[in-house]
């Protein structure tokens, strides 16, 4: 039990807690891509139980990157309501609470990724600037990532209405 992702089944979808990496150098931020999809994701993944959040996103950048770093502050809460593409959840309604942290970043960071999708995709890393014509989630990155602010800022996003 302490192993599984904190995803639970609910009224024919589903509830998902995930946590992101802001990972940030240059003016770019760093973000996931894979062969299944034509967008981009942040680094990170769902929480597991019994984990913090601040525990998740760690693991989740050590996996994704190969670089242990720490938590500097959290940044954004985000709740998302969204339909999966993903086998395990195709075509479902899932909600999703996101707790996105701004990271530690080393100087010498050189990352490295050997993580693959639940489909079996290798997962690979890239550094984007606001202006990348690509889609990337969360979409806010684009703007707020180039912003300075304290705090936590909380945004909705909701695409029950565009299906």
């Known amino acids: 039990m302490a192993d599984q992702d ?8 589903y ?4 946590v992101g ?4 150098s240059d003016n770019k931020f760093l973000m996931v891509g894979n062969d299944s999809h034509d967008y981009l994701y942040s680094v990170g993944g769902r929480i597991k139980f019994g984990e913090t959040a601040e525990e998740a996103v760690e693991r989740e950048v050590y996996e ?10 959290l940044g ?8 999966g593409d993903s086998p395990s959840n195709m075509g479902k309604l899932i ?24 489909c079996g995709s290798k997962e690979r890393l890239k550094w984007v600037s606001s202006d990348e014509k690509r889609t990337i989630y969360p979409e806010f990155f684009r703007t707020e990532l180039v912003k300075k602010h304290d705090g936590v800022k909380h945004f909705v996003s909701d695409e029950r209405s565009i299906k």
């Open 6 to 13: 904190m995803t639970v089944s609910c009224g024919g979808g």
């Open 15 to 18: 509830i998902n807690i995930r």
């Open 21 to 24: 990496a802001i990972i940030q």
């Open 64 to 73: 994704e990157t190969g670089v242990k770093m720490e938590v500097d502050r």
């Open 76 to 83: 954004f809460v985000h709740e998302n309501y969204f339909y």
């Open 95 to 118: 909600y999703e609470i996101s707790f996105f942290f701004y990271m530690k970043v080393p100087n010498d960071f050189s990352p490295s990724c050997m993580s693959f999708t639940e």
